[in-house]
Nanobody
Framework: VQLVESGGGLVQPGGSLRLSCAAS????????MNWYRQAPGKERELVAGITVGGGSTPYADSVKGRFTITRDNAKNTVYLQMNSLKPEDTAVYYCNAKHRFSTRNYWGQGTQVTVSS
């Protein structure tokens, strides 16, 4: 099983990034996909989630209206489009797969997002 995140980097405030998470080794379409983030000294928090059918679960209040989660079941990939980025969005972003009917749960290794001028 692998979840491989990509797309992180350094961006100026107000800029955009699109994170990708490529999944392999499990039946992607049976898993709810989530993006979490963890900033230094803070707990990991759920940013956004998407159901197997493509419906989004509630976004974190801090990212509503700026971030959009999507998935492509044909490509076994989930995306996080991040717009109007703020310095407080700086964190390591993690992809998570949670089986829809069980406690099976997988994590990616994380990708760093830094928002700074």
């Amino acid at each position: 099983v692998q979840l491989v995140e990509s797309g992180g980097g350094l961006v100026q405030p107000g800029g955009s990034l699109r994170l990708s998470c490529a999944a392999s080794g499990f039946t992607f379409s049976n898993y709810v996909m989530n993006w979490y983030r963890q900033a230094p000294g803070k707990e990991r928090e759920l940013v956004a989630g998407i159901t197997v059918g493509g419906g989004s679960t509630p976004y974190a209040d801090s990212v509503k209206g700026r971030f959009t989660i999507t998935r492509d079941n044909a490509k076994n990939t989930v995306y996080l489009q991040m717009n109007s980025l703020k310095p407080e969005d700086t964190a390591v972003y993690y992809c998570n797969a949670k089986h829809r009917f069980s406690t099976r749960n997988y994590w990616g290794q994380g990708t760093q997002v830094t928002v700074s001028s």
